[in-house]
């Protein structure tokens, strides 16, 4: 068996349209914006609505979600902080999630120049942490990269420095290496809004496998201590000699260890498949490889399930210069500044 696409109803529009719509079971608040940190009103508002609007990138067409079968929903952020009040609908509801939780070390750099201050957002790590269980907060260290007068082992000074704070907080680690040759427009925004780059030290920023093969090895030592489960998300280098494994943020695995008494959540984990309204047993077997969810949509290495994302980019006012999902902070902030938390979507 196998994923064969999210079922489709139709919905009924706050202007009184019906539309047919999308119901995903798993969504994605977002790979392309920090909902929780800049949309937490709009999102939950929508949740009560029962859908929402995305629109598409390439085309601009709406695409209507609907929450009807939603049963997971992974939050992605830099600060949570704001979405906390509005957990409790989550689980008066007896929705499922968990949260990506990014926190790296970049104040120096001005690489981040809109998140909270590094103290503040491990304290918010925290709370989040005693609020819904360290399990369902994983910190991601990402991206991992090595701006012009940093080396390996000052940037494992940066994750140590945070690790030997967080880690009583949380099981796992996600680590993600930047790639700054892959995407035109980090590197123009590097080189126009840094005075740290210039064309010849750009992609020095990006580690050699060599570099990968250090940091791997000292970020080992390192979690003698902490004892965390490390993953390498999207990794294009085999690092499980160093205990780093391969990464999936959108993870089948941990869903089924978090949310196992979910049964129509593991019918689909695996089988690809909600069951059937008239079924009466749901295949709950929980073998590690029992269906391909894998998202095609997603670079090869990724090892993520089917979600759907509903993020739209150019709206992420932390404005990180290594961002693939922001073009420009001219263009965020002019859609920033037109977002309404009553409308169908972000923007």
């Not at 990506?100 to 918010?124: A, I, S």
């Not at 205990?243 to 993870?251: A, E, M, S």
């Not at 295949?283 to 090869?300: A, M, V």
Request: charged share 25%.
């Amino acid at each position: 068996m196998s994923f064969k696409g999210w079922p489709e109803i139709t919905v009924k529009r706050d202007n009184g349209d019906w539309v047919h719509s999308k119901a995903p079971i798993i969504i994605s608040a977002s790979r392309s914006t920090d909902i929780p940190a800049f949309y937490s009103g709009w999102f939950f508002n929508r949740f009560q609505k029962g859908y929402l609007k995305w629109t598409n990138p390439f085309n601009g067409k709406p695409f209507y979600v609907s929450f009807q079968n939603t049963r997971v929903i992974v939050f992605w952020s830099k600060n949570p902080l704001p979405v906390i009040p509005y957990l409790d609908i989550l689980d008066k509801k007896g929705i499922n999630y968990y949260f990506l939780f990014t926190l790296n070390d970049y104040e120096h750099e001005g690489l981040e120049p809109n998140v909270p201050p590094l103290n503040e957002r491990v304290n918010t790590f925290k709370e989040l942490s005693q609020r819904i269980g360290k399990e369902k907060v994983i910190w991601r260290y990402d991206p991992l990269m090595l701006p012009p007068g940093m080396d390996v082992d000052q940037l494992l000074a940066k994750i140590q420095y945070i690790g030997d704070t967080l880690h009583p907080y949380t099981k796992k680690l996600v680590m993600s290496f930047v790639q700054i040759g892959r995407y035109k427009k980090v590197r123009s925004k590097l080189l126009n809004e840094s005075a740290l780059f210039d064309r010849e030290n750009l992609l020095q920023s990006e580690f050699s496998h060599q570099q990968k093969m250090e940091l791997a090895e000292k970020l080992q030592r390192l979690n003698r201590k902490w004892n965390l489960e490390i993953a390498n998300c999207a990794g294009e280098v085999n690092l499980e000699s160093y205990g780093l494994r391969p990464g999936k943020c959108i993870d089948d695995r941990l869903m089924k260890r978090l949310f196992s008494n979910d049964r129509v959540l593991m019918h689909f984990l695996n089988t690809g498949q909600l069951p059937k309204e008239n079924q009466k047993k749901l295949f709950i077997e929980h073998p590690e490889n029992s269906t391909n969810l894998k998202d095609k949509g997603q670079r090869s290495a990724c090892g993520c399930i089917y979600s759907k994302d509903i993020g739209m980019y150019n709206t992420c006012p932390h404005l990180c210069l290594y961002c693939y999902a922001n073009t420009s902070a001219q263009m965020v902030n002019h859609n920033y500044s037109k977002h309404d938390p009553s409308d169908e979507g972000i923007i």
